[in-house]
C-alpha cells in the first residue's frame, strides 16, 4: 500500500441540496462530527453530497424505491456511517467516556456510624 502523505485539513462543503429533507441535514450535520470524517478527502466529502441527494429523493418520494434504497445504504457503507462497516476495514472507535467515582455506600455508612 502506497500512503501519500497531505497536509493540512479538508474543508467541509455545505449540503447545498434544493429542500432537503430534515433528517438528510441531520444526517450531514452527524457526518461532519463523526469520527470517521478525519479519514475524509474532498472527493469523499463530495460523494457524501452525492449519496444524500438521492437520499433525499427517496426520503421525499410518494413511492419508495427499493433499488434506490439499496444504492444509498451501499454507498453510505462505503462512508464508513456504521460499526458494521468500520469493523471491516478494521476501525474501531473508541468515545472518551465521563470519569464517574465510585462510591461504596455501605461503607460509607458505617463510617458515619463509627464517628
Known sequence: MEKLPVVGQ???????????????????SSL?????????????????????????KLI???????QMLAAVNAALTELLVSEGARRRVRLEIEREQT????ID?????????AE
Do not use: C, G
Open 10 to 28: 479538508v474543508a467541509v462543503p455545505a449540503l447545498d441540496i434544493e429542500d432537503p429533507h430534515p433528517l438528510i441535514v441531520d444526517f450531514y
Open 32 to 56: 461532519k462530527d463523526s469520527a470517521q470524517a478525519q479519514f475524509y478527502e474532498p472527493s469523499d466529502w463530495q460523494f457524501a453530497r452525492f449519496t444524500l441527494h438521492f437520499a433525499n
Open 60 to 66: 421525499q418520494s410518494a413511492r419508495p424505491s427499493s
Open 99 to 102: 470519569t464517574a467515582t465510585v
Open 105 to 113: 455506600v455501605a461503607e460509607m455508612f458505617r463510617q458515619q456510624l
